[in-house]
């Protein structure tokens, strides 16, 4: 049987409040990307998911990103690496002091855009990520679109596990379409299963211009914050049951 990861991004409190339904979501995907209070969260929103993960038995990623409340994480940032070595090493310690057993790593918003191209920030990422797994006494997994951070990940001799995105819309080049531009977002339950099910049967989606798009991903993606996302997510298990694959972590 064919076998796929489902992770969307939760925890991510603004001001005490939810941005997304994290308790339907936690009962449909099998990884969740924990905002470790950089971008969103804090304390309380932390031991909040690892309880619910456990409940659910979802395995716990760390989702860190720029220090950058006021814009979510996605504007753009040219921080110095050490510092940002610094201040990721601190979001990966807080998640992991409110309970979390840390399966993978994977960056947010515009921290996740710039580690394809940025080798840089890419290299001190990976140093916060290898300090975290000389701490658990293994290799934590990078989640990412690859580029500079899976290059950077292979040399320091972390995994990295590429994902694909359900619900963003892809340029030809494979890139995601920037969120300001039309054809970013998905929100169509019926078009995100059948996009997860080419993923996983085809290896291939279909960008904004109607090209084809070649895509290597073991982790499918489906944000939190969408509006629609509860809808999309029930449609990817029931569309991916449909075709025999499994949802299942890989970590």
């Not at 920037?178 to 085809?202: K, W, Y």
């Amino acid at each position: 049987m064919a076998r796929i990861d489902l992770n969307a991004d939760l925890g991510e409190t603004v001001d005490g409040e939810p941005t997304a339904d994290d308790d339907a979501m936690f009962t449909l995907i099998s990884s969740a990307s924990i905002a470790c209070g950089g971008h969103a969260g804090d304390a309380a929103s932390m031991r909040a998911s690892v309880a619910r993960a456990a409940r659910s038995g979802v395995a716990v990623g760390a989702h860190p990103s720029y220090a950058d409340r006021a814009n979510f994480g996605r504007t753009a940032q040219n921080p110095d690496p050490a510092v940002l070595r610094v201040e990721i090493g601190g979001q990966l310690a807080a998640l992991a002091a409110a309970g979390a057993d840390i399966r993978y790593v994977k960056p947010h918003g515009a921290l996740y855009h710039a580690l394809t191209v940025d080798r840089a920030q890419a290299e001190a990422v990976v140093a916060a990520v290898a300090a975290l797994s000389e701490t658990a006494g293994r290799g934590i997994p990078i989640l990412g679109l690859g580029g500079e951070i899976a290059t950077a990940a292979e040399r320091a001799r972390l995994p990295f596990v590429r994902e694909a995105f359900l619900d963003r819309g892809y340029l030809p080049d494979g890139g995601l379409v920037p969120r300001a531009m039309p054809g970013a977002l998905l929100e169509d339950p019926s078009t995100v299963a059948a996009r997860a099910v080419r993923l996983v049967a085809d290896g291939t989606v279909e960008a904004v211009d109607g090209a084809l798009v070649a895509v290597d991903a073991a982790s499918l993606c489906v944000h939190g914050d969408t509006p629609a996302a509860v809808a999309m997510a029930r449609a990817v298990r029931a569309a991916l049951a449909g075709a025999g694959i499994e949802v299942a972590a890989p970590w």
